[in-house]
Nanobody
């Protein structure tokens, strides 16, 4: 599976962005998908994940109520809608695919990673 993330950019605090991650391969629908981010000079952290069926979603505490993850299996794409953005959301955002159905908040459970897309939120 190859993953291509897009949609990052510069936005003012309070604004919105939607990230997309498109997967190649025919088995996209069998993978749990997640978004992680790495702020400048900090460790990578969990943002959101969605099960292979789309029936379950998970969020990091810092983004709950502001970010929404979704997937469109017909388009082999997972989305991250980010609203009410804050300067502390500034980071490189990575999408990833996991063959496991559990532990989607742990980066070690993911098998494939995209290249990352930069989100910068100005104050």
């Amino acid at each position: 599976v190859q993953l291509q993330a897009s949609g990052g950019g510069l936005v003012q605090a309070g604004g919105s962005l939607r990230l997309s991650c498109t997967a190649s391969g025919r088995t996209f629908s069998s993978y749990g998908m997640g978004w992680f981010r790495q702020p400048p000079e900090k460790e990578r952290e969990f943002v959101a994940a969605i099960s292979w069926s789309g029936g379950s979603t998970y969020y990091g505490d810092s983004v709950k109520g502001r970010f929404t993850i979704s997937r469109d299996s017909a388009k082999n794409t997972v989305y991250l809608q980010m609203n009410s953005l804050k300067p502390e959301d500034t980071a490189v955002y990575y999408c990833a695919a996991a063959g496991l159905a559990y532990g989607l908040d742990y980066s070690s459970n993911y098998d494939y990673w995209g290249q990352g897309t930069l989100v910068t939120v100005s104050s």
